[in-house]
């Protein structure tokens, strides 16, 4: 399973775009990469999944580059409520339902007014 | 997306009791669910895999004995904490893989156990 290497803080204000890179080196060619944000005393929130290039949604954006070793999740207009640590994992494709998840310790991100 | 739900949210307990979190696909089916614990401002750490059917799967240090896992059906998996202690105190979360080929894995809402 792929580790993954991602800042453990950030800070930001409202009305900013917020960008979090994740790298992962040893991501296998049937890795997806997978965002979740949590907030305290809850469960993690899936954000959002690509496999490479771009993939949007209706609240982030996630850049994928071609060598596929690092990535981007992309927060647009930043909102006190988006105060979360957001975790980057990648995920085995395919993988029967036994797929077991690799947690670091995420990025903090700080949304100040 | 799709729905799993942990129930009770908060329980409190006193040492020397069991208690007992459900954790629920609400619609769809998990024959695999993964229950995790998480110490404050700390990662989570996966505690077992539950197998429908058969028996979980737990990881290095986690006492099988203490932590009974049961995955009766396909949307319907609980942990039990037996013989509780103040150090088992921590927020337990469920997730569940969508079924089929989708690899997306939802959490649940976590659990906040308490032991006094």
């Known amino acids: 399973l792929a580790k993954t290497t991602q800042p453990i803080s950030m800070d930001s204000y409202e009305g900013q775009e917020v960008n979090i890179t994740c790298s992962h080196n040893n991501i296998a060619t049937n890795d997806y990469i997978t965002w979740y944000q949590q907030f305290p005393s809850q469960g993690p929130r899936f954000i959002i999944q690509g496999y490479k290039t771009k993939v949007t949604n209706e609240v982030a954006s996630l850049f994928i580059p071609a060598d596929r070793k690092s990535s981007t999740l992309s927060l647009p207009r930043v909102s006190l409520s988006d105060t979360a640590v957001y975790y980057c994992l990648v995920v085995p494709h395919n993988a029967g339902n036994n797929r077991k998840l690799i947690w670091g310790l995420g990025t903090s991100l700080a949304v100040n007014p | 997306g799709a729905v799993v739900s942990q129930h009770p949210s908060r329980v409190i307990c006193k040492s020397g009791t069991s208690v007992k979190i459900e954790c629920r696909s609400l619609?769809?089916?998990?024959?695999?669910m993964f229950w995790y614990r998480q110490f404050p401002k700390q990662s989570l750490m996966l505690m077992a895999t539950s197998n429908e059917g058969s028996k979980a799967t737990y990881e290095q240090g986690v006492e099988k004995d203490k932590f009974l896992i049961n995955h009766a059906s396909l949307t319907l998996s609980t942990l039990t904490v037996t013989s509780a202690h103040p150090e088992d105190s921590s927020f337990y979360i469920c997730s569940a893989p969508q079924g089929g080929s989708g690899n997306t894995i939802y959490f649940g809402e976590g659990s906040w156990l308490t032991v006094v």
């Open positions: 619609d769809f089916q998990a024959t695999t």
